[in-house]
């Protein structure tokens, strides 16, 4: 479940998630797989969603979970592009393939971003009891949240075994 989240104004050095208990300090490879872990509850909360569409929408749960969308997926991935892909690049097993899949995933959060903007505009009017395609709410909903979970599974099966926590922060 989604811990409680508050809005913050990042500096321009350091990216808030929105969730106190990820912004709470040190940026560390323990700080990332709890991020994932917020991540994947939020994708639970949005399959919820999804599965509640057309008659039985939580309007209050889309309003949440709009809230939490942006800050936590940008949060996240401002961790990624500034601390750990420099790390794995850094390493002496770093090679040309590497680059060119970190590269891949900064296009994926890019990508992954402006989605979340669409998607938290739709959730604001589905809570807001505003009139909305159902359909197409759902399908955006489903395609956003199997994304993340392709691409966090991958994160984790091919860039974040063996990492420590050496020069993480």
Known sequence: MLTT???YSAGPTE?????ARLDSGQRTLDWLYRAHE???AL?????DIADSLPASVNRQKCIYAAKALGPLIKGIHH???TVLFPHLQAR??????LSTTLERLKFE????ECFAEELTDALLRLGSGAAVNMEAVGYMLRGFFE???RHIAFEREHLLMGVGQEGML
């Open 5 to 7: 989240t508050t809005t």
């Open 15 to 19: 990216a808030k998630t929105g969730n």
């Open 38 to 40: 917020e991540q994947l």
């Open 43 to 47: 994708c639970q909360e949005l399959e």
């Open 79 to 81: 961790y990624e592009e």
């Open 92 to 97: 002496p097993e770093a090679n040309d393939h």
């Open 109 to 112: 959060h890019c990508e992954d």
């Open 147 to 149: 994304g993340l979970r």
